[in-house]
């Protein structure tokens, strides 16, 4: 399914016709090293960009020449919508933001509606951008649902029937495999970012490394998934829907038993699903 068939199902799920398509919303998450923007629309999302967090509010390497650029290009904004998982940034982000617009700032924490109730028994706790992914996932497909997001840690998000966001998984990444065996280790080199292996039968010890981690780390998430699945059997609950996002996504895709359904900008079009549940 497109991105732009995406987001009139979530459109439609939200309470809006596809021939009255809302105008489009910038949207932003914050990550720990990285900050990822696009502004979600009718035809998908567009005007995707990167920034390093660190370096948010810088003038010249952070978002406001890149703010400027989107703004410019799109005057019918209807406002902007963001996630952070790095509390003490959000501050610089918001002075970002009213320097460069007037626009409504929506901010998406566990106090707001993500179409399904939140019965982890502390909800604070929970990551903003998993909080999107549970509003994208939801609107996209409605639930149970699975949310897997692949990235420097690999998150698993659970969404029943009959509990809503009931909580979920926490595993390490691959590339944060493959760093700690060589921090942790005298003789295990740090390895590239490549995932292509010759056989199951290492002639080197980076051949060997890459091997275990390419190999083995699908297998890590597909143990966790063969067993979140298991359990929502065993409660009754009917097939999930499966959804994965992040870097390692595709890779992952054609890794696991289930047929998952890739969406790159997950949390994005969860933050746009948000601001549709919280503002109207």
Request: proline content about 8%.
């Amino acid at each position: 399914m497109s991105a732009a068939a995406l987001i009139g199902h979530s459109s439609l799920v939200i309470g809006h016709s596809a021939a009255s398509a809302p105008p489009p919303l910038l949207c932003i998450d914050i990550g720990n090293t990285h900050t990822h923007y696009g502004v979600v629309g009718p035809a998908g999302v567009t005007g995707q960009g990167t920034a390093v967090t660190p370096l948010l509010d810088d003038p010249q390497e952070g978002l406001p020449p890149r703010l400027a650029a989107l703004l410019r290009s799109h005057p019918e904004l209807e406002g902007i919508a963001f996630c952070s998982v790095v509390p003490a940034i959000n501050w610089r982000l918001r002075d970002v933001l009213a320097v460069a617009s007037k626009l409504p700032v929506f901010q998406l924490t566990h106090e707001c509606k993500l179409g399904v109730p939140l019965t982890y028994p502390k909800p604070s706790e929970i990551g903003q951008d998993r909080l999107a992914n549970t509003a994208a996932a939801h609107a996209l497909g409605g639930s149970p649902a699975v949310v897997i997001d692949s990235g420097t840690a690999v998150t698993f998000d659970i969404i029943t029937q009959k509990g809503g966001y009931e909580g979920g998984i926490i595993a390490p990444g691959i590339e944060v495999t493959r760093r700690y065996l060589h921090e942790r280790t005298a003789q295990l080199p740090l390895l590239d970012d490549s995932l292509e292996i010759k056989g199951m039968i290492g002639q080197s010890t980076s051949e060997a490394m890459r091997i275990g981690t390419v190999v083995g780390f699908p297998g890590l998430i597909q143990a966790l998934l063969d067993g979140v699945l298991a359990e929502l059997s065993a409660r009754g609950e009917p097939p999930a829907h499966l959804f994965i996002t992040g870097g390692n996504a595709a890779f992952l895709e054609t890794r696991l038993r289930q047929a998952v359904r890739v969406v790159p900008d997950l949390t994005l079009l969860g933050l746009a699903a948000a601001w549709r549940l919280n503002t109207n």
